[in-house]
């Protein structure tokens, strides 16, 4: 029996609807290769450009033949076991559309990563840990969190706690994940040379263009509207006892909190760093600006505008106090990855925890269904399973993503294949890497690998 023609209308809005928000989470890619262009120094450049390009194609085919599958095949709690290569795709379930917004997150995931350990990383080991990453690790805390039958899943069957986690667009999922990988591949390949001095005192070593990390983060920002109000996958959909009220109200409402989060975190580290150093810093705002988008990622859908306020003013403080951690355990990332998606990611799973209304929780999670009850934040009189639900996702992603990244980047490091020789590294890696600079010198150097050479022959 075929569908009505109301019906086919529907689906295919719907198709659309999350088409449109694949193509706006893709757009992030270009803003994750601009702001990290323009957070490293002129002569890698050329080398954090490739790897972002790299984790997107490698990530493509890893989450294309093992990724998709893993996250989102059902058979167990814990892993999925079919959709292999797409196979059965589309189904009654699944369909491409839902395969290639999927897609647009994983990738996501490695250039997190990626700018965690950049201007000091070998060219193959990012060849590797995308693969594994994108094709494996990614997918299991997908398929927990995010698939109806995972464990931790707020649509499962079986709720942990009665509630299960509330990770809606991948505070933790996402953010968290990319962010541990990367922690514990900056600590296996240590700070880049001339970090810090030799009495453990921080140097300066600011990225080479401020304008190319504001572009980034708009086009950041852009995307984060996919990257939120898409993860509701449909828009049509109505709920009952009301008759101006669905989908479409509510993913009107997770564009506020998000833009609403992220402008009080920019906002407070604007002051807040201009308090600490003496001057307005536009990549510190930007960086603050994006830690506020991280925290609400969690609970954009379920918390209301002025909720979204207080995670961004938090937000930002926990990204301000992470980094002067940071630099007092002498901990190198070029790009604060670690500190501003791993940070700013476990509040915004505390605060969903927190914050969460009830009204809301049930929209999205059981499309507004009225008589249904369901735990909600601690803050709002909800008890605490949702937020235990929290702290356990929090907790798990973390021990996961460690013993799984953890050894990897601790094996290409005792094949000495993870970092690069010293010598190769205060030259840059564009030059000794890529055979020349992102950019036409005004004077001369060298341009070619041959060039180089002589150069290397005199440090050696």
Same mark, same amino acid.
């Given at each position: 029996m075929g569908v009505s023609w109301e019906e086919s209308v529907t689906y295919s809005i719907n198709a659309i609807y999350l088409l449109f928000s694949a193509y706006l989470v893709f757009v992030m890619q270009i803003g994750f290769a601009m702001i990290c262009a323009g957070s490293v120094r002129a002569k890698n450049a050329m080398n954090i450009m490739l790897t972002n390009v790299v984790d997107a194609v490698v990530g493509s085919i890893s989450f294309y033949l093992f990724g998709f599958a893993f996250a989102y095949g059902t058979s167990n709690a814990f892993i999925g076991t079919h959709l292999f290569a797409l196979a059965h795709i589309?189904?009654?379930?699944?369909?491409?559309?839902?395969?290639?917004?999927?897609?647009?997150?994983?990738?996501?995931?490695?250039?997190?990563?990626?700018?965690?350990?950049?201007?000091?990383?070998?060219?193959?080991?990012?060849?590797?840990?995308?693969?594994?990453?994108?094709?494996?690790?990614?997918?299991?805390?997908?398929?927990w969190v995010w698939s109806s039958s995972g464990w931790l899943s707020p649509s499962s069957t079986?709720?942990? +706690?009665?509630? #299960?986690?509330? =990770?809606?667009?991948?505070?933790?999922?996402?953010? @968290?994940? %990319?962010? *541990? $990988?990367?922690?514990?591949?900056?600590?296996?390949?240590?700070?880049r040379t001339g970090?810090?001095?030799?009495?453990?005192?921080?140097?300066?070593?600011?990225?080479?263009?401020?304008?190319?990390?504001?572009?980034?983060?708009?086009?950041?920002?852009?995307?984060?509207?996919?990257f939120n109000p898409g993860s509701f996958d449909k828009i049509l959909v109505s709920y009952p006892g009301t008759s101006d009220q669905g989908n479409w109200t509510s993913v009107?409402?997770?564009?506020?909190?998000?833009?609403?989060?992220?402008?009080?975190?920019?906002?407070?580290?604007?002051?807040?760093?201009? +308090?600490?150093? #003496?001057?307005? =810093?536009?990549?510190?705002?930007?960086?603050?600006? @994006?830690? %506020?988008? *991280? $925290?609400?990622?969690?609970?954009?859908?379920?918390?209301?505008?002025?909720?979204?306020?207080?995670?961004?003013?938090?937000?930002?403080?926990?990204?301000?106090?992470?980094?002067?951690?940071?630099?007092?355990?002498?901990?190198?990332?070029?790009?604060?990855?670690?500190?501003?998606?791993?940070?700013?990611?476990t509040w915004g799973l505390l605060f969903t925890g927190l914050f969460a209304k009830e009204e809301f929780v049930i929209q999205v999670y059981n499309s507004g269904e009225i008589g249904v009850s369901r735990p909600y934040g601690v803050l709002l009189g909800g008890g605490w399973g949702l937020f235990g639900a929290q702290v356990i996702e929090i907790l798990t992603i973390f021990g996961w993503v460690s013993v799984t990244m953890g050894p990897i980047f601790y094996a290409l490091h005792k094949l000495e294949i993870l970092r690069i020789p010293v010598h190769?590294?205060?030259?840059?890696?564009?030059?000794?890497?890529?055979?020349?600079?992102?950019?036409?010198p005004e004077n001369y150097h060298p341009r070619l690998y041959g060039d180089y050479m002589p150069i290397q022959h005199t440090l050696s």
């Open positions: 589309p189904n009654a379930t699944y369909d491409y559309a839902f395969f290639l917004y999927q897609w647009a997150f994983a990738i996501a995931v490695t250039g997190i990563t990626s700018g965690s350990i950049a201007e000091r990383t070998q060219f193959s080991a990012y060849l590797v840990f995308s693969f594994f990453l994108s094709g494996f690790v990614y997918p299991v805390a997908v398929h079986h709720l942990l +706690l009665g509630s #299960g986690a509330i =990770d809606f667009a991948g505070s933790g999922v996402v953010h @968290l994940v %990319g962010a *541990v $990988a990367g922690l514990w591949g900056s600590i296996i390949e240590g700070p970090r810090f001095d030799a009495s453990g005192r921080p140097m300066p070593l600011r990225g080479h263009s401020a304008t190319l990390v504001v572009l980034g983060t708009f086009l950041l920002w852009f995307g984060w509207f996919g009107g409402r997770t564009a506020v909190t998000t833009i609403l989060a992220g402008s009080t975190a920019g906002i407070v580290t604007l002051f807040g760093r201009r +308090l600490l150093v #003496g001057h307005w =810093d536009a990549m510190d705002v930007c960086n603050g600006l @994006l830690g %506020g988008f *991280v $925290a609400i990622t969690s609970g954009c859908s379920v918390v209301e505008p002025w909720a979204a306020i207080i995670c961004g003013f938090v937000s930002a403080w926990v990204l301000i106090g992470l980094n002067i951690v940071a630099l007092k355990l002498n901990y190198d990332d070029p790009l604060e990855a670690a500190q501003l998606h791993g940070g700013c990611g190769e590294e205060v030259t840059g890696l564009d030059i000794s890497c890529h055979g020349g600079y992102a950019y036409a």
